[in-house]
């Protein structure tokens, strides 16, 4: 298990947060341990949130070009078909991939290919559940095509919670499946865009691992 490099910046600020509120219980309140126990027990669940939040454990996996794996951790919350406007124009199988606090917030490529499209869109910061989550929220668009041809794409989506989307790609980058392409900070969602008719692995309800859960075939 490593900790994320997206984490340093918030651990530091947990960290000097923590001495401070120590320092402050300490020095005003001496004698005062119902005060000086918060302000640790306080501390020490700061830290390990953070710890947690930002974990990055290794995995064995799932490697196949004719399959489309997970790019997150979370549950799957929505299957449909839907217009997607911005690349395509026209109809897709959307299957989208809510990210608890809890879950690791790591996102991967989901098939090998190239980086086709890529747009930084800034929004709102509506619940991640919520339908208009997908094109009003803070969020990227990544299209990656296949050496068959084929494209898919996906969208790192902020949340109420999550207040930056970090992604690593470019159009004309080398996608390689399960490869780290991005992180989101505290709770958000991933969607992606299918062509109709995909062969799907996975169900509304289905909890998925990035980089091992197969969500359907090519």
């Known amino acids: 298990m490593k900790f994320h490099k997206e984490g340093w910046p918030s651990l530091l600020?947990?960290?000097?947060?923590?001495a401070i509120m120590i320092f402050i219980a300490r020095f005003f309140f001496p004698g005062?341990?119902?005060?000086?126990?918060?302000?640790?027990l306080l501390a020490i669940f700061l830290i390990v949130t953070i710890l947690q939040f930002?974990?990055?454990?290794?995995?064995?996996?799932t490697l196949d070009e004719r399959l489309i794996i997970a790019p997150a951790d979370g549950k799957v919350v929505v299957i449909e078909e839907t217009s997607e406007n911005e690349y395509f124009k026209d109809k897709r199988l959307q299957v989208s991939i809510f990210m608890s606090?809890?879950?690791?917030h790591v996102n991967r490529y989901p098939?090998?290919?190239v980086v086709s499209f890529f747009?930084?869109?800034?929004?709102?910061?509506?619940?991640?559940?919520?339908?208009?989550?997908?094109?009003?929220?803070?969020?990227?668009?990544?299209?990656?095509?296949?050496?068959?041809?084929?494209?898919?794409?996906?969208?790192?989506?902020?949340?109420a919670l999550a207040r930056r989307i970090v992604w690593y790609c470019k159009e004309g980058d080398v996608?390689?499946?399960?490869?780290?392409?991005?992180?989101?900070?505290?709770?958000?969602r991933v969607d992606l865009f299918l062509p109709l008719g995909t062969e799907l692995n996975v169900k509304i309800g289905d909890v998925v691992k990035g980089s091992q859960s197969i969500l359907g075939k090519i």
Request: proline share 5%; aromatic share 12%.
């Open 101 to 104: 606090p809890v879950n690791v």
């Open 13 to 18: 600020i947990v960290i000097i947060f923590s």
């Open 175 to 188: 996608a390689t499946q399960c490869g780290e392409m991005g992180f989101i900070k505290f709770g958000s």
């Open 119 to 159: 747009k930084y869109h800034p929004g709102k910061f509506l619940a991640a559940w919520e339908p208009k989550s997908s094109t009003d929220n803070e969020r990227t668009t990544i299209v990656v095509k296949n050496s068959a041809g084929v494209e898919i794409l996906f969208r790192q989506i902020a949340g």
């Open 111 to 113: 098939i090998s290919g």
């Open 32 to 40: 005062n341990a119902l005060a000086v126990g918060f302000a640790y």
């Open 54 to 61: 930002f974990r990055h454990p290794s995995r064995v996996h």
